[in-house]
């Protein structure tokens, strides 16, 4: 089979990824290497690491061009590893060598013997430029020989031999001119070309794992899609942050829950409206849910692909049934969006319920929880509350009626329209409904603190009062700052039957 080009043009969609990775690594090495020249300042002073004859190594300003185009050669990685799998390799070596790196300069400071250097003339503004990049105190390795001679290796591996010899010299030229103008010493040197080396050789092989590169797309689909539900609205960076704070401590067990909940998040984007698609949701879904039912692989999708690796990591056929049972509890709202349809008190709470118990206990389940939903039904009814009060205008405004009937029956005869949001709230029987429902909160928050109080000592017990603390601020800030009228003290009598919401 012939070798593809060494140079080309990568497609729009891996250039958006190969970029965002070199970006990414560009903030890492300046924060990394940065922190640890600022740390060593502090250091009073450093290993002598010079050989004898190194006093007889030349000063040659000139070379400076030569120092600082290791940045061209590393800029060419973009149009010679031209997919985001090929550029993987080559960062994470990169990023390792940055840590191990810095490690070393923290722990074994060098102080260099080379005279003081002053250049005029020419070659001064290269040479400015070279040594400022250069930063100080960070010697012991050269990370500038280190990188160089990864890009030689990388690179090398994509062409032919005339190409390993070319990217060979260019690295034993970049690793000379840290010698010609006296940035390192020969040991700093001879050191940043084993790290490099070494590391390439343990990493390559890791990061070019078919298993590895599908965990890490993954990764960054979640990446991606929390971001967009977080610009959506504020509301989702919450959860996003805590995903990834326990996942500090343990990444694999966690991506379970950061899958689900990107998961199951894109599906209600894309039931609500959230998500624009071409086809009908419905259509979307039912075809969705096939697709992951059937099992193997599911294309490039991005919810059919977290969609699978979220019901392989559960691990347990139960907790796999109740997520797609989640799915289909919320492509029923679709359904009432599609119908204009109205439901009364009681099947709205039973709805509610039934979404929260299933959520609530898919995300206790992930987290490895010894705490269930149903400990605290209660707390499940006040989730419900709070969602179809805190999104009652939005959901209007979609066609999703959150309103029992028998109070849009009640708000009708006033003559006013209950699926317009000013109009429902503006009506005496509108208000009284709201004011009734925050009252029924504020039972429904005191029941579930007695009811978590009987859970102490169980794990999961804290997420649950973190939620419990939201919804509490919820009830008696967020909602009654929307909706004045609700500070009123003394219950409302509703113009419904009794019994009714």
Request: with cysteine; hydrophobic share 50%.
């Amino acid at each position: 089979m012939s070798r593809p080009p060494l140079f080309g043009l990568p497609r729009r969609e891996e250039a958006l990824l190969t970029g965002a990775m070199a970006t990414g690594f560009t903030l890492f090495f300046l924060l990394v290497y940065g922190g640890a020249s600022w740390v060593t300042g502090f250091y009073p002073g450093g290993l002598r690491v010079d050989l004898p004859f190194e006093r007889h190594i030349p000063f040659v300003p000139a070379w400076a061009a030569v120092y600082v185009s290791m940045d061209v050669l590393l800029l060419l990685s973009l149009f010679i590893l031209r997919t985001w799998r090929d550029m993987v390799p080559f960062v994470s070596a990169l990023a390792l060598e940055t840590v191990l790196g810095a490690g070393c300069f923290l722990l074994l400071p060098v102080e260099v013997a080379w005279p003081a250097r002053e250049v005029s003339g020419d070659s001064a503004f290269v040479f400015l430029l070279a040594d400022t990049m250069n930063l100080e105190r960070n010697y012991l390795p050269s990370l500038h020989v280190a990188f160089a001679c990864t890009a030689a290796l990388a690179y090398g591996e994509r062409g032919g031999g005339l190409a390993r010899a070319g990217f060979t010299l260019w690295a034993t030229a970049i690793a000379a001119s840290t010698l010609l103008i006296h940035e390192h010493h020969v040991v700093d040197v001879l050191a940043g070309a084993l790290l490099a080396w070494g590391t390439w050789r343990a990493v390559a092989p890791l990061t070019r794992r078919e298993d590895m590169l599908e965990a890490l797309r993954v990764e960054g689909l979640c990446a991606r899609e929390m971001v967009r539900f977080s610009r959506r609205n504020p509301r989702y960076a919450l959860p996003a942050l805590v995903l990834y704070r326990y996942a500090l401590t343990d990444w694999r067990t966690t991506r379970v829950a950061r899958t689900g909940f990107c998961f199951l998040q894109l599906v209600d984007d894309v039931l609500d409206g959230d998500r624009p698609i071409t086809e009908e949701p419905l259509d979307w879904v039912d075809a969705l849910l096939a697709r992951l039912e059937r099992g193997g692989e599911t294309g490039e999708d991005v919810a059919a692909t977290l969609g699978r690796w979220f019901l392989a990591e559960l691990r347990d056929d139960g907790a796999r049934a109740e997520a797609l049972r989640l799915v289909r509890t919320m492509r029923r709202d679709r359904e009432r969006v599609r119908e204009r349809r109205e439901l009364d008190a009681a099947a709205l709470r039973a709805h509610h319920r039934e979404t929260f118990e299933l959520s609530v206990g898919l995300m206790l389940h992930t987290a490895r929880a010894e705490v269930r939903a149903l400990d605290s039904p209660a707390l499940l009814d006040a989730f419900g509350w709070c969602s179809a009060m805190r999104d009652l205008r939005e959901d209007l405004d979609k066609g999703l009626f959150n309103v029992p009937a028998e109070v849009a029956l009640a708000v009708r005869a006033e003559g006013a329209e209950p699926w317009r949001y000013d109009s429902l709230v503006g009506s005496a029987a509108g208000r009284a409904w709201l004011m009734a429902e925050h009252h029924r909160a504020r039972s429904l928050l005191d029941e579930a603190r007695g009811q978590l109080s009987a859970l102490e000592g169980r794990s999961g017990l804290a997420l649950l009062r973190l939620f419990h603390r939201s919804i509490e601020s919820f009830w008696a800030k967020r909602l009654p700052r929307r909706m004045p009228f609700l500070r009123a003290s003394g219950r409302v009598t509703p113009p419904w039957p009794s019994g009714a919401p």
